[in-house]
Protein backbone atom coordinates (compact mmCIF):
# COMPACT_ATOMS: atom_id res chain seq x y z
CA UNK A 1 0.00 0.00 0.00
CA UNK A 2 0.98 3.96 -0.64
CA UNK A 3 1.76 5.85 2.45
CA UNK A 4 0.56 8.99 2.80
CA UNK A 5 2.23 11.50 5.45
CA UNK A 6 1.04 14.69 5.78
CA UNK A 7 3.04 17.34 8.09
CA UNK A 8 2.38 19.07 10.21
CA UNK A 9 -0.51 17.36 11.78
CA UNK A 10 -2.04 20.50 13.44
CA UNK A 11 -1.03 24.22 12.84
CA UNK A 12 -1.79 27.45 14.24
CA UNK A 13 -2.12 30.47 12.32
CA UNK A 14 -4.18 33.67 12.11
CA UNK A 15 -6.64 35.51 9.52
CA UNK A 16 -4.22 36.74 6.35
CA UNK A 17 -1.14 34.27 7.19
CA UNK A 18 0.17 32.12 4.45
CA UNK A 19 0.29 28.59 5.15
CA UNK A 20 1.52 25.51 3.43
CA UNK A 21 0.88 21.86 4.18
CA UNK A 22 3.26 18.68 2.92
CA UNK A 23 2.17 15.47 1.55
CA UNK A 24 4.35 12.90 0.83
CA UNK A 25 4.26 9.60 -0.91
CA UNK A 26 6.06 6.30 0.13
CA UNK A 27 6.63 5.61 -3.99
CA UNK A 28 5.97 7.53 -6.95
CA UNK A 29 2.18 9.06 -7.50
CA UNK A 30 3.50 11.10 -10.25
CA UNK A 31 0.54 13.74 -9.84
CA UNK A 32 -2.60 11.36 -8.84
CA UNK A 33 -3.00 13.31 -5.47
CA UNK A 34 -5.72 15.24 -4.38
CA UNK A 35 -6.64 17.34 -1.64
CA UNK A 36 -9.75 18.07 0.46
CA UNK A 37 -10.77 20.22 3.41
CA UNK A 38 -13.30 18.77 5.94
CA UNK A 39 -15.14 21.31 8.65
CA UNK A 40 -15.86 19.92 12.08
CA UNK A 41 -19.45 17.72 11.50
CA UNK A 42 -19.31 18.34 7.61
CA UNK A 43 -18.05 15.79 4.84
CA UNK A 44 -14.86 16.43 2.81
CA UNK A 45 -14.92 18.96 -0.17
CA UNK A 46 -12.55 18.42 -3.57
CA UNK A 47 -10.35 21.33 -3.66
CA UNK A 48 -7.57 20.46 -5.57
CA UNK A 49 -7.52 17.35 -7.66
CA UNK A 50 -4.04 16.11 -9.91
CA UNK A 51 -1.81 17.67 -7.50
CA UNK A 52 -2.63 20.90 -8.92
CA UNK A 53 -5.93 21.81 -10.29
CA UNK A 54 -8.57 23.81 -8.69
CA UNK A 55 -11.83 22.54 -8.56
CA UNK A 56 -14.50 24.71 -9.44
CA UNK A 57 -15.93 26.75 -7.17
CA UNK A 58 -13.57 26.49 -4.67
CA UNK A 59 -11.28 30.30 -4.08
CA UNK A 60 -8.00 30.86 -5.86
CA UNK A 61 -6.14 31.75 -2.29
CA UNK A 62 -5.53 27.75 -2.71
CA UNK A 63 -3.30 26.29 -4.84
CA UNK A 64 -1.53 22.66 -5.21
CA UNK A 65 1.50 21.52 -6.59
CA UNK A 66 4.22 18.93 -6.46
CA UNK A 67 5.08 15.77 -8.85
CA UNK A 68 6.21 12.50 -7.62
CA UNK A 69 6.33 12.06 -3.67
CA UNK A 70 6.12 15.32 -2.42
CA UNK A 71 3.24 17.76 -2.57
CA UNK A 72 1.82 20.57 -0.79
CA UNK A 73 -0.95 22.87 -0.52
CA UNK A 74 -1.16 26.26 -0.01
CA UNK A 75 -3.09 28.68 0.86
CA UNK A 76 -1.90 32.33 0.24
CA UNK A 77 -4.07 34.61 2.79
CA UNK A 78 -6.02 32.33 5.55
CA UNK A 79 -9.44 33.74 5.77
CA UNK A 80 -11.95 32.55 9.32
CA UNK A 81 -13.70 29.89 6.88
CA UNK A 82 -10.72 28.07 5.88
CA UNK A 83 -10.04 26.67 9.94
CA UNK A 84 -10.62 23.08 9.01
CA UNK A 85 -9.37 19.90 8.98
CA UNK A 86 -6.67 19.21 4.94
CA UNK A 87 -6.29 15.42 3.51
CA UNK A 88 -4.29 14.93 1.40
CA UNK A 89 -5.37 11.58 -1.04
CA UNK A 90 -3.32 9.07 -3.35
CA UNK A 91 -5.33 7.84 -6.50
CA UNK A 92 -2.57 6.07 -8.41
CA UNK A 93 -3.69 2.87 -7.28
CA UNK A 94 -5.80 0.63 -4.40
CA UNK A 95 -6.17 0.82 -1.86
CA UNK A 96 -6.56 4.29 -2.26
CA UNK A 97 -4.99 6.07 1.04
CA UNK A 98 -5.59 9.39 2.57
CA UNK A 99 -2.92 11.15 4.41
CA UNK A 100 -3.78 11.58 8.61
CA UNK A 101 -5.02 14.65 8.41
CA UNK A 102 -3.71 18.54 9.16
CA UNK A 103 -5.95 20.36 11.70
CA UNK A 104 -5.26 24.04 10.96
CA UNK A 105 -6.91 26.12 13.83
CA UNK A 106 -6.75 29.70 14.97
CA UNK A 107 -3.87 31.32 16.71
CA UNK B 1 -26.34 17.82 -10.91
CA UNK B 2 -24.90 14.42 -9.20
CA UNK B 3 -25.90 13.51 -6.06
CA UNK B 4 -25.30 10.44 -3.37
CA UNK B 5 -27.21 9.37 -0.30
CA UNK B 6 -26.42 6.50 1.62
CA UNK B 7 -28.81 4.74 3.96
CA UNK B 8 -28.73 1.69 6.21
CA UNK B 9 -29.08 0.58 10.20
CA UNK B 10 -27.22 3.17 12.57
CA UNK B 11 -26.78 0.19 15.16
CA UNK B 12 -25.07 -2.87 14.38
CA UNK B 13 -24.72 -5.32 16.48
CA UNK B 14 -21.35 -7.14 16.76
CA UNK B 15 -20.79 -10.20 14.28
CA UNK B 16 -23.47 -9.25 12.14
CA UNK B 17 -23.56 -8.23 8.44
CA UNK B 18 -24.20 -4.65 7.89
CA UNK B 19 -25.79 -3.78 4.29
CA UNK B 20 -25.15 0.05 3.00
CA UNK B 21 -26.69 1.44 0.19
CA UNK B 22 -25.96 4.36 -2.12
CA UNK B 23 -28.44 5.65 -3.93
CA UNK B 24 -27.11 8.19 -6.30
CA UNK B 25 -29.05 10.83 -9.54
CA UNK B 26 -27.18 12.81 -11.76
CA UNK B 27 -24.94 10.22 -13.45
CA UNK B 28 -25.29 6.50 -15.08
CA UNK B 29 -23.16 3.72 -13.80
CA UNK B 30 -23.56 1.98 -17.36
CA UNK B 31 -21.22 5.12 -19.00
CA UNK B 32 -17.48 4.77 -19.35
CA UNK B 33 -15.42 5.66 -16.72
CA UNK B 34 -17.92 6.10 -14.38
CA UNK B 35 -17.28 5.28 -10.57
CA UNK B 36 -18.78 4.84 -7.27
CA UNK B 37 -16.98 4.23 -3.87
CA UNK B 38 -17.22 3.64 -0.57
CA UNK B 39 -15.09 5.17 2.54
CA UNK B 40 -15.60 5.44 6.09
CA UNK B 41 -14.14 7.92 9.02
CA UNK B 42 -14.66 6.45 12.71
CA UNK B 43 -15.08 9.35 14.76
CA UNK B 44 -12.23 11.71 15.31
CA UNK B 45 -9.75 10.19 12.93
CA UNK B 46 -8.96 10.19 9.17
CA UNK B 47 -10.62 8.34 6.21
CA UNK B 48 -10.29 4.76 4.77
CA UNK B 49 -10.48 3.91 1.60
CA UNK B 50 -12.92 0.54 1.40
CA UNK B 51 -14.04 -0.44 -2.74
CA UNK B 52 -14.96 0.76 -5.85
CA UNK B 53 -17.04 -0.66 -8.49
CA UNK B 54 -16.44 0.36 -12.34
CA UNK B 55 -19.03 0.96 -14.66
CA UNK B 56 -17.76 -2.44 -15.95
CA UNK B 57 -18.80 -3.92 -12.95
CA UNK B 58 -15.15 -4.25 -11.88
CA UNK B 59 -14.63 -4.35 -8.64
CA UNK B 60 -11.78 -2.93 -5.79
CA UNK B 61 -11.29 -4.06 -2.56
CA UNK B 62 -9.35 -2.83 0.60
CA UNK B 63 -7.80 -6.13 1.38
CA UNK B 64 -6.96 -4.65 5.11
CA UNK B 65 -10.40 -5.77 5.27
CA UNK B 66 -9.53 -9.95 5.32
CA UNK B 67 -12.51 -10.13 2.48
CA UNK B 68 -15.00 -8.89 4.64
CA UNK B 69 -16.14 -6.60 1.96
CA UNK B 70 -18.59 -7.17 -1.01
CA UNK B 71 -19.53 -4.38 -3.62
CA UNK B 72 -22.64 -4.21 -6.12
CA UNK B 73 -24.40 -2.22 -8.42
CA UNK B 74 -28.00 -2.35 -9.88
CA UNK B 75 -27.55 0.25 -12.24
CA UNK B 76 -31.48 -0.01 -13.44
CA UNK B 77 -32.01 1.22 -9.79
CA UNK B 78 -29.10 3.82 -9.92
CA UNK B 79 -27.92 2.31 -6.60
CA UNK B 80 -24.33 0.94 -5.07
CA UNK B 81 -24.80 -1.94 -2.40
CA UNK B 82 -21.49 -2.48 0.16
CA UNK B 83 -22.02 -5.23 2.68
CA UNK B 84 -19.81 -6.00 5.41
CA UNK B 85 -19.44 -9.13 7.46
CA UNK B 86 -18.43 -9.85 11.17
CA UNK B 87 -18.58 -6.25 11.78
CA UNK B 88 -16.76 -5.51 15.22
CA UNK B 89 -16.98 -2.12 17.61
CA UNK B 90 -13.96 -0.58 15.75
CA UNK B 91 -15.99 -0.49 12.19
CA UNK B 92 -18.32 2.22 13.76
CA UNK B 93 -17.89 4.75 11.81
CA UNK B 94 -19.58 7.26 9.54
CA UNK B 95 -19.52 5.40 5.82
CA UNK B 96 -19.51 7.75 2.95
CA UNK B 97 -20.24 6.99 -1.19
CA UNK B 98 -18.48 8.42 -3.81
CA UNK B 99 -18.71 9.62 -7.08
CA UNK B 100 -15.45 8.91 -8.67
CA UNK B 101 -14.31 11.65 -11.41
CA UNK B 102 -11.92 11.99 -13.92
CA UNK B 103 -10.92 13.92 -17.13
CA UNK B 104 -10.58 10.08 -18.92
CA UNK B 105 -12.90 7.83 -19.36
CA UNK B 106 -10.04 5.17 -19.15
CA UNK B 107 -8.78 4.16 -15.87
CA UNK B 108 -4.83 4.45 -14.88
CA UNK B 109 -5.20 8.65 -15.21
CA UNK B 110 -5.58 10.65 -12.28
CA UNK B 111 -9.11 10.79 -10.85
CA UNK B 112 -10.74 11.93 -7.42
CA UNK B 113 -13.84 11.75 -5.74
CA UNK B 114 -16.37 14.59 -5.88
CA UNK B 115 -19.18 14.90 -5.20
CA UNK B 116 -19.66 13.02 -1.72
CA UNK B 117 -22.61 11.28 -0.10
CA UNK B 118 -23.70 13.01 3.23
CA UNK B 119 -22.61 9.63 4.82
CA UNK B 120 -24.61 7.80 7.68
CA UNK B 121 -23.44 7.21 11.30
CA UNK B 122 -22.96 3.14 12.06
CA UNK B 123 -22.51 2.21 15.27
CA UNK B 124 -21.30 -1.40 15.90
CA UNK B 125 -22.49 -1.74 19.82
CA UNK B 126 -24.26 -4.71 21.79
Known amino acids: DIQMTQSPSSLSASVGDRVTITCRASQSISNFLNWYQQKPGKVPDLLIY???SLQSGVPSRFSGSGSGTEFTLTISSLQPEDFATYYCQQSYNTPITFGQGTRLEIK | QITLKESGPTLVKPTQTLTLTCTFS??????????VGWLRQPPGKALEWLAL???????RYNASLKNRLTITKDTSKNQVVLTMTNVDPVDTATYYC??????????????????WGQGTLVIVST
Open chain 1, 50 to 52: AAS
Open chain 2, 98 to 115: VHRQANSMVRGVPNWYDP
Open chain 2, 26 to 35: GFSLSTSGVG
Open chain 2, 53 to 59: IYWDDDK
